[in-house]
C-alpha cells in the first residue's frame, strides 16, 4: 500500500521537475516561431536560407527531446553541440536589425545544457553562450552598448541561477521522497517483527496459561490415581474421567489456537462473501433455526485487510457462542460501513445472559470468547458492547476503525488545506 504523504511529495516533486523542464523548451518553439513569422512578412534578402536554418534548428531540438530517453550521454553532448552550431549560424546568418529576433533563444539553449550536460560541460557551454552574445551584440551595434550587450547576458545568468535553483530543489525534494519511502518500509519491517514477537508472546501465554496447566494438573490427577487403583478404584476411576474431561477441553483449546493461526478466507473472499458463507455454515451447524446475513452501506473491496480480519475473527466467536449456548431461534449478522469505521452486529433471540455476571457465554471454551474478542477489537482500536438480558436475547455490536479509509480521509483533507 502506497503511503498518502510519500505519494504527494512525489507527486509534487514530479510537477516541479516537468516545469522545470518543460518551460524552457515552449519559450524556445515561441522564439522561433515569432521570428520566423517576423522574418516571412519583410522578405528580406535571404529569407528562405534563415528560414531552412530555423526549421532544421527547430527540428533539430524537438527530435532531441522526443528521443531523448534513448539518447545516452555522448548523443546528448552532440545533440546540444549541433544546436549550438546551429543557433550560432542562424544568428551569424540574419541581417544585424533582425538578430535580435534569435538572439533570445540563448536562454532556453543555456537551460538546456544545464540539463543535458554534466556541470563542468555545462558551464563551458554557458561560458561560449555569453561570449558569442556579447561578440555578436557589440558587432551588431557596431561597438559595445552596455544596455543592449548586458540585457541578454544578465537574462541568460539570472536563468541559469534559477534554474540550477530549481534543479536543487527537485533532487533534494526526490531525496527527501526516497528517504520516506525507506523509512516507510523500515517502519512497515519493525512493525511485522513487532507483531511477531507479540503473536509468539501470545501463543506462549495461551499454551501456558491452558495447555500447560491443564496437563500439568492432568499429570497429578493420573499420579493420584495410580495410587488409589487399588484401595479406592471409585476415586481413582473418577479422576481419570476428570483428566479425560481437562484433556478434551485442552483440545478444544487447543483447536481454538490452529484456528486463530489459520489464515482466514477474508484476504481472498473478502469480509461480505466470507461473512456469508459463515452464516451459512452456522445455520447447518444449528446456531439457530434460522441464520440472515445483511450489509449496509455499499460493498467496499478496499477494506484493510487486518480490519476485515479482526471482524471475521469476532463473528466466528459470537457464533459459537450462539451455538454454544443461546438456544436461539432467529439470528441476524450485520455489517454496516461507515466513514472511518466499520460495525458487525449480531442479534438473537435466545435464553439471553447477564453481561455484568459470569455467565457461560462469557466462558466459552470455543472461538475466542466475548472477553477475548473485546480485547481484540481493543487492540486494533475497536470495542465491543454486548446487550443481554436473562430470556431476552442478546446483541453484540463490535465496532472498529477502517484504517485504511481513514488514512485516505485524512490525506484528502490535508491536500484540500494545501
Do not use: K
Not at 498518502?4 to 519559450?27: D, N
Not at 516507510?184 to 513487532?194: G, K, N, P, Q, Y
Not at 463490535?398 to 490525506?411: E, N, Q, W
Amino acid at each position: 500500500m502506497s503511503d498518502p504523504g510519500t505519494a504527494h511529495a512525489a507527486a509534487s516533486g514530479r510537477s516541479s521537475r516537468l516545469s522545470v523542464e518543460h518551460l524552457p523548451h515552449l519559450v524556445f518553439f515561441l522564439v522561433v516561431g515569432a521570428a520566423l513569422v517576423r522574418l516571412v512578412r519583410l522578405d528580406i534578402p535571404l529569407c528562405r536560407e534563415i528560414v531552412a536554418v530555423s526549421g532544421l534548428l527547430a527540428l533539430t531540438y524537438a527530435a532531441g527531446l522526443a528521443l531523448w530517453h534513448r539518447l545516452g550521454r555522448p548523443a546528448r553532448h552532440a545533440w546540444v553541440t549541433v544546436l549550438l552550431l546551429l543557433w550560432g549560424f542562424l544568428v551569424l546568418l540574419t541581417p544585424p536589425p533582425l538578430t535580435g529576433a534569435y538572439i533570445w533563444c540563448a536562454v532556453p539553449l543555456a537551460c538546456v545544457a544545464l540539463h543535458a550536460l554534466g556541470p563542468r560541460a555545462a558551464g563551458v557551454a554557458v561560458l561560449a553562450i555569453t561570449v558569442f552574445l556579447v561578440g555578436q551584440l557589440t558587432r551588431t551595434a557596431g561597438g559595445f552598448d552596455a544596455e543592449m550587450v548586458l540585457i541578454p547576458v544578465a537574462a541568460v545568468w539570472g536563468t541559469v541561477a534559477l534554474y540550477r535553483t530549481q534543479q536543487r530543489n527537485v533532487a533534494q525534494r526526490q531525496r527527501l521522497v526516497e528517504e520516506l519511502r525507506s523509512t516507510r518500509d523500515v517502519l512497515a519491517d519493525e512493525r511485522h517483527r513487532s507483531g511477531v514477537l507479540e503473536e509468539r508472546a501470545r501463543i506462549a501465554r495461551d499454551l501456558h496459561d491452558t495447555l500447560a496447566q491443564e496437563l500439568s494438573g492432568s499429570l497429578m490427577l493420573l499420579q493420584a490415581a495410580e495410587q488409589d487403583w487399588t484401595e479406592r478404584p471409585d476415586t481413582a476411576r473418577a479422576r481419570v474421567r476428570a483428566v479425560a474431561d481437562g484433556l478434551d477441553a485442552g483440545l478444544a483449546e487447543t483447536r481454538r489456537i490452529i484456528q486463530d493461526l489459520t489464515p482466514v478466507p477474508v484476504a481472498e473472499a473478502g469480509l461480505e462473501d466470507s461473512l456469508r458463507l459463515l452464516c451459512a455454515r452456522a445455520q447447518l451447524e444449528g446456531a439457530a433455526s434460522r441464520v440472515q446475513f445483511r450489509s449496509w452501506g455499499g460493498r467496499r473491496p478496499d477494506l484493510d485487510e487486518e480490519t476485515a480480519t479482526t471482524l471475521f475473527r469476532v463473528a466466528q466467536s459470537v457464533l459459537a457462542n450462539v451455538r454454544e449456548h443461546a438456544r436461539a431461534t432467529n439470528l441476524l449478522v450485520t455489517l454496516r460501513h461507515h466513514p472511518g469505521r466499520v460495525e458487525l452486529e449480531v442479534c438473537d433471540d435466545g435464553v439471553g445472559f447477564d453481561p455484568a455476571g459470569t455467565g457461560s457465554a462469557s466462558r466459552d471454551g470455543r472461538g475466542f470468547g466475548l472477553p477475548s474478542a473485546r480485547a481484540r477489537l481493543r487492540e486494533d482500536g475497536g470495542d465491543l458492547v454486548v446487550h443481554s438480558l436473562p430470556g431476552g436475547g442478546t446483541r453484540v455490536r463490535a465496532t472498529v476503525p477502517d484504517h485504511r479509509r481513514a488514512r485516505t480521509v485524512g490525506s484528502e483533507a490535508l491536500a484540500a488545506t494545501r
